[in-house]
């Protein structure tokens, strides 16, 4: 059984700091690419980062030298480093592992910035 499970969210003031982090199991870790997403009321689900098997790594513009992908291979988990957070950046954030055509989801983990 897949799981990919997320932790780290929380309330935090405008300019601070959170880092996510997402324990994955079920799936070999290192063979996936992952990527987290965000989503805040009445908006579509968007991509923020991307880090590949190989660790290569992509993000959105409106993340950009703000947000840092990383991950741990041995500890099988994703992190999302945020710094210098804004409202705007307000949402539920979801863990992806993907595989060729398999692919899974986190259940959320709610960050809340206060301006």
């Known amino acids: 059984q897949v799981q990919l499970v997320e932790s780290g969210g929380g309330l935090v003031q405008a300019g601070g700091s959170l880092r996510l982090s997402c324990a994955a199991s079920?799936?070999?870790?290192?063979?996936?690419?992952m990527r987290w997403y965000r989503q805040a009321p009445g908006n579509q689900r968007e991509l923020v980062a991307t880090?590949?098997?190989?660790?290569?790594?992509n993000y959105a513009d409106s993340v950009k030298g703000r947000f840092t992908i990383s991950r741990d291979n041995a500890k099988d988990t994703v992190y999302l480093q945020m710094n210098s957070l804004k409202s705007e950046d307000t949402a539920v954030y979801y863990c992806?592992?993907?595989?060729?055509?398999?692919?899974?989801w986190g259940q959320g983990a709610q960050v809340t910035v206060s301006s």
């Open positions: 880090i590949s098997a190989a660790g290569r790594t």
């Open positions: 992806n592992a993907q595989r060729g055509l398999d692919d899974y």
């Open positions: 079920g799936i070999i870790f290192s063979l996936n690419t």
